[in-house]
């Protein structure tokens, strides 16, 4: 195998703590849910799943360390993220909570938007980039070969994970949402809730402390 069995055992329980523990992507696929419904949370799972991948590849390929190695480069992927963050932060604000029936026939273009979304915030976040580099390779064997394969096994394994996980809680929040959607007080206030999270990210991210 690409992988030691008993490695890839050990990497099991330490990857569903990670994507147990609430962070940005889980906000994001609440918020999510709560502006557009269930799919959009599960599509924009999808999305940071497969953004989780390309870290991985990128990572496996070396690329990751030489990012991490250039502060501004860092710098730069950190305020783009900041900007579209701050760019949905307003989107939702305007659009507020889409409306069931409104959403049968918006669904799969607000689903396909919705992953688009999730892949570019987890691209654009340097604590992923930071994050793989400093958990992943402990678990990866050169001395194995095929080092780019090992980090796609174990950068699936993370993405699998998390878009279960994200998208129920994503899932969750749509649920919530809906029994409130009939009244529009409510449902303007979700729009509000919804764009306070993207906020809120944004400024996590915009504060990130260096190093």
Avoid: E
């Avoid at 174990?154 to 899932?171: D, K, P, Q, R």
């Avoid at 449902?187 to 306070?196: E, N, Q």
């Amino acid at each position: 195998m690409i992988v030691d069995p008993w490695v890839l055992l050990a990497f099991l329980p330490a990857a569903l703590a990670l994507n147990l523990t609430p962070g940005a992507d889980m906000m994001f696929c609440l918020g999510q849910g709560l502006r557009a419904g269930p799919r959009a949370a599960i599509a924009a799972s999808g999305g940071i799943a497969l953004g989780g991948l390309c870290h991985a590849a990128i990572a496996g390929l070396g690329l990751s360390a030489l990012i991490a190695a250039m502060p501004g480069a860092l710098d730069v992927i950190r305020w783009i993220g900041v900007a579209y963050l701050l760019t949905l932060a307003v989107q939702a604000l305007r659009a507020g909570p889409i409306r069931m029936a409104d959403a049968r026939q918006v669904r799969p273009r607000v689903a396909f938007r919705a992953f688009g979304q999730g892949l570019v915030v987890n691209l654009t976040n340097p604590k992923v980039i930071l994050f793989v580099l400093a958990f992943v390779p402990q678990f990866v064997d050169p001395a194995r070969g095929a080092v780019l394969a090992q980090f796609l096994i174990y950068g699936a394994v993370l993405s699998l994970g998390g878009f279960i996980i994200n998208g129920a809680v994503g899932v969750f929040a749509a649920g919530a949402a809906g029994r409130l959607a009939g009244n529009p007080r409510l449902a303007r206030m979700l729009g509000w809730i919804s764009a306070g999270i993207f906020t809120g990210l944004a400024l996590r991210l915009a504060l990130m402390q260096k190093g």
